[in-house]
């Protein structure tokens, strides 16, 4: 059984911070990409950012140099910093990460999400 476990939301005012957090555990042989995905009321979920296991990044256009994202291998965590917030940034805010288990192909799972608000 493998879980991601998010943790960071809150509440901030326009213009904050916040870091974001995300541990996989579980029967984890082999952690490949992680990325966060957010989704906003009435929206699509769509993908913040992503970095792979060598620690490549990808960021949407909407965060580029607002968010970073990076990860610890040895903790199974991935990190989402987010800086310069804006009330657009409001959403539930969800962990992915792309797996093997041990067993058939790699998997993507999910965390459970948390929410981050931004007040104007």
């Known amino acids: 059984q493998v879980q991601l476990v998010e943790s960071g939301g809150g509440l901030v005012q326009a213009g904050g911070s916040l870091r974001l957090s995300c541990a996989a555990s579980?029967?984890?042989?082999?952690?490949?990409?992680m990325g966060w995905y957010r989704q906003a009321p009435g929206k699509q979920r769509e993908l913040v950012a992503r970095i792979t296991s060598g620690g490549s990044t990808n960021y949407a256009d909407s965060v580029k140099g607002r968010f970073t994202i990076s990860r610890d291998n040895g903790k199974n965590t991935v990190y989402l910093q987010m800086s310069s917030l804006k009330p657009e940034d409001t959403a539930v805010y969800y962990c992915?990460?792309?797996?093997?288990?041990?067993?058939?192909?790699?998997?993507?799972?999910w965390g459970q999400g948390t929410q981050v608000t931004v007040s104007s």
């Open positions: 992915n990460a792309n797996l093997w288990s041990g067993a058939g192909r790699s998997a993507d799972y």
């Open positions: 579980g029967r984890i042989f082999s952690l490949n990409a």
